[in-house]
């Protein structure tokens, strides 16, 4: 781990060069999505924590509502959409991402003018109970097959009994397929196809894991960013040449001591998502203490289950991978995962999003904020807002809040904030 001085401000706020290519790669990848039927290829939408390999393997583009919204949001076009789903009948408490999608599918908005239409739809609630009906209704908007994995809940253990209901309906996702696609799996290719997904998911830890050194080579800002890949690509070439390329550039800038705050003081951690139409105006505020957000649970759980899954027998593990991620295990598991981030990447802090929208990410907040406080005895801030939907955000508020809580981390005190 790197413990160079602290950076000239020029050298400090380099940007990263990978950043063009992540957004060339993203471009080719909706343009090849939207020509699909073309080129004589199937889409499928597929919810973000669903396991996306059996598609790779069978040549169906994954396409992902959720990095959508994340780029309707970003773009500041979700409190518009969630307006117009509002119009339609849609609770104004319903996830901003539901809204945004099911809002867009009627007018092809948003910043690419739409998703390409989906041939069939593949929903895991692994995430939550919310994308069940939101499938549920595109199903019926686009009138294609709509495929339900169901991954119980981890209050604690994860069972036997779990294991093989899950993987029984991972043997019904591949019939599912290739009834839809009319030809059979290549085992060998999923086989393959599942050994670069954990290649894909290691090297991402990897690159999340370099915000460790001091300064932080990337903040969590970052990392939202080049998130995207390991989502929508898991289980290609291209995430793996990606991330090999990201994470020497990171490298590099460790030996160079290139912190993505300059002059960084304290560390912080994130929980839950970003407010994608602030993140720039988060990172300054933040900035301006000479903070840095150095790692987060939710970029982190792209790689969270790497520890369950065996690349020798991908099809095997899958239904325990894709069981035992962040936000489908209780929150007394939650809370040691936070704890073994803020010890890896040395937080001084923990700000927790408590997302509007989001509810069983926000659920056990307070207690993981308890626990962490306890046993870690650092402060915490909770910040109220939604990731999409501006209408929950209180700029003035949350501007007070951030400033006072950077007071109580400069004084040392490990009070609530
Ligand atoms: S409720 Fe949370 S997990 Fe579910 S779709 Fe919305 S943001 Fe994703």
């Not at 993981?368 to 650092?378: A, K, N």
Request: proline share 4%.
């Amino acid at each position: 781990m790197s413990t160079q001085s602290p950076p000239d401000h020029d050298k400090a706020r380099r940007k990263i060069k990978a950043v063009k290519k992540m957004k060339d790669i993203m471009m080719l990848y909706y343009i090849d999505a939207k020509t699909a039927d073309q080129n004589g290829k199937k889409v499928a939408w597929i919810t973000s924590g669903g396991p996306v390999e059996p598609l790779i393997a069978m040549d169906v583009i994954p396409v992902y509502p959720e990095n959508h919204g994340a780029m309707i949001g970003a773009s500041k076009m979700g409190a518009d959409l969630c307006e117009k789903a509002e119009a339609m009948g849609y609770a104004r408490n319903l996830c901003s991402y539901a809204r945004c999608d099911i809002a867009c599918a009627t007018v092809n908005g948003g910043p690419i003018g739409g998703l390409p239409k989906p041939d069939m739809l593949i929903c895991c609630n692994n995430i939550c109970g919310t994308v069940l009906k939101w499938y549920e209704v595109q199903a019926r908007f686009f009138g294609v097959p709509l495929f339900i994995l169901d991954t119980p809940f981890n209050h604690t253990d994860y069972t036997t009994e779990a294991h093989q209901y899950i993987q029984r309906q991972l043997q019904e996702y591949i019939v599912f397929l290739e009834t839809h696609c009319g030809r059979k799996m290549d085992h060998d290719r999923l086989a393959e196809v599942g050994r670069l997904s954990i290649a894909g998911q290691r090297l991402w830890q990897q690159v999340l894991d370099m915000a460790a050194n001091r300064p932080a080579p990337m903040s969590a800002f970052d990392a939202f960013f080049h998130l995207s890949l390991i989502v929508t690509l898991r289980g290609t070439q291209t995430v793996v040449d990606y991330y090999t390329e990201l994470l020497d550039e990171m490298k590099t800038r460790v030996a160079e001591g290139i912190g993505a705050v300059p002059a960084e003081r304290y560390r912080l951690l994130w929980d839950n998502l970003p407010i994608w139409f602030r993140t720039r105006w988060l990172s300054e505020r933040f900035g301006a203490h000479g903070a840095c957000l150095v790692a987060d649970t939710y970029t982190s759980s792209w790689a969270g289950s790497l520890k369950y899954l065996d690349e020798d027998d991908f099809l095997g593990s899958m239904a325990e991978g894709y069981s035992r991620i962040y936000i489908n295990i209780g929150t007394d598991q939650m809370a040691e995962r936070v704890i073994e981030m803020v010890q890896k990447y040395g937080a001084d802090g923990l700000v927790l999003h408590s997302n509007r929208s989001c509810k069983p990410y926000s659920l056990g907040q307070y207690d993981i904020q308890r626990i962490v406080q306890q046993q870690m005895g650092i402060p915490a801030l909770l910040i109220e807002a939604d990731m999409n939907d501006a209408r929950n955000f209180s700029e003035g508020q949350i501007e007070t809040r951030i400033d006072a809580f950077m007071e109580i981390l400069k004084a040392g005190k490990g009070a609530v904030c």
